[in-house]
Structures are given as structure tokens and as C-alpha cells.
T-cell receptor, first 113, second 115 residues
Framework: GAVVSQHPSRVICKSGTSVKIECRSL??????MFWYRQFPKKSLMLMAT?????????EQGVEKDKFLINHASLTLSTLTVTSAHPEDSSFYIC?????????FGEGSWLTVV | AQSVTQPDIHITVSEGASLELRCNYS??????LFWYVQSPGQGLQLLLK??????LVQGIKGFEAEFKRSQSSFNLRKPSVHWSDAAEYFC?????????????FGTGTRLTIIP
């Protein structure tokens, strides 16, 4: 079964609103989680590294104020897309690592209309 | 900068036929290479990985991949595909054998299986 779970799997929001995506580690504690984004017909791109109890580390070019990451517990990291615009429509996927193997969540499709 | 190229966007093969998905990488240090599969509505699942030793690695679901340093390639193969293999396949390179740091992915190859 899945060891990393994301919710929601699909979400549609209006332009200008904010939307939160959750990434949960199941049956293990994850001090570090990773958030990726996949543009249509493009590869997965690492957005940020989520660190439990501290600030996330963002990759170059990723807007920190737009993509808010909170890792308040050892089993939950959240990605909030603030003031969403149609260009934020994308596939977002998280990952975590119990032991020496990385596992990915199911991903979340965001559509901003 | 590291990069991964998957030249084939979409491949169609008949069930039972052999499969080879291409992956070329550019990496300044010892590459740690991975193949992931993404089925519709599912997350990414690790098929196999290479970080040292035998250049032919075996993975799950009957897949294997061969690391060729001279060609900077890490092609994925399967001798006989099954309809359930239809999915998106991603090649990735990273700085760690565990794949937990800053993976760089290719653009993916979508595999369609026909009866």
C-alpha cells in the first residue's frame, strides 16, 4: 500500500483564491519531504524541500510567498498555492523517505479557472 | 548542471513484444540513476536504480536497465510487455544513491500497449 498519501488528488479553484495540498507520511515519520511540480509535457521539477520544524528550502526561481510550505508535524507537510492564477495549474507531487528509499505520493492535479 | 533526456515522448508496442525506453544523462560526478513508473492516478513507483557495480540492474515487474558510461545512457528494457505496463516512465539522476536529494527527471515516456 501507499506509504505517502496526498490530498486532494484533484482540485479546481478560482483565480485569486488559495488552495492547500496535503502530503502525509503513513506509518513513518518524515523530517524531510520534497515537493515537485510537473508542467504539461514537461518533467518533474523540484520546488522545495520541506523540513519539519523549520523553514522550507526553495529551489531557484520558485516564489516562496506564492508557494507556502508548512511542515508542522513529522507526518504532514502542506503546500499552499496563494492567490492562484491559471498558470499555476499543474501536477504537484510530494515525496518522503522512510529508510533508504524515497516514495512519492499520488500527486495532486490543480486547475485554476 | 545535471540533465536527463528521454528522446521518446510516446511509444506504442504490442503486448508480448520487447521494450526499450531510452534515457541519456548529463552529470558532472558519479551518477545515481533511477527509473520510475507512474500509472494513471498513481504516484511514482521506483522500478530500479543504479549507483555502482554491475552495469545491468534488475528491477521490479521484470524490468532491467543497463548503465553505459561511454554513452551516458541508462536505457530501460523488458523482454515481453504486459498490458498492465501501460504507464508513464521517468528516468532520473541524483547525487545520492537513495534518491532523496534533488532528483532531476526526464520529461517522461508514455507507453501504450496494444493487443
Amino acid at each position: 500500500g501507499a506509504v505517502v498519501s496526498q490530498h486532494p488528488s484533484r482540485v479546481i479553484c478560482k483565480s485569486g483564491t488559495s488552495v492547500k495540498i496535503e502530503c502525509r507520511s503513513l506509518d513513518f515519520q518524515a523530517t524531510t519531504m520534497f515537493w515537485y511540480r510537473q508542467f504539461p509535457k514537461k518533467s518533474l521539477m523540484l520546488m522545495a524541500t520541506s523540513n519539519e520544524g523549520s523553514k522550507a528550502t526553495y529551489e531557484q526561481g520558485v516564489e516562496k510567498d506564492k508557494f507556502l510550505i508548512n511542515h508542522a508535524s513529522l507526518t504532514l507537510s502542506t503546500l499552499t498555492v496563494t492567490s492562484a492564477h491559471p498558470e499555476d495549474s499543474s501536477f504537484y507531487i510530494c515525496s518522503a523517505m522512510p529508510g533508504n528509499t524515497i516514495y512519492f505520493g499520488e500527486g495532486s492535479w490543480l486547475t485554476v479557472v | 548542471a545535471q540533465s536527463v533526456t528521454q528522446p521518446d515522448i510516446h511509444i506504442t508496442v504490442s503486448e508480448g513484444a520487447s521494450l526499450e525506453l531510452r534515457c541519456n544523462y548529463s552529470y558532472g560526478a558519479t551518477p545515481y540513476l533511477f527509473w520510475y513508473v507512474q500509472s494513471p492516478g498513481q504516484g511514482l513507483q521506483l522500478l530500479l536504480k543504479y549507483f555502482s557495480g554491475d552495469t545491468l540492474v534488475q528491477g521490479i515487474k521484470g524490468f532491467e536497465a543497463e548503465f553505459k558510461r561511454s554513452q551516458s545512457s541508462f536505457n530501460l528494457r523488458k523482454p515481453s510487455v504486459h498490458w498492465s505496463d501501460a504507464a508513464e516512465y521517468f528516468c532520473a539522476v541524483g547525487p545520492s544513491r537513495f534518491g532523496n536529494e534533488k532528483l532531476t527527471f526526464g520529461t517522461g515516456t508514455r507507453l501504450t500497449i496494444i493487443p
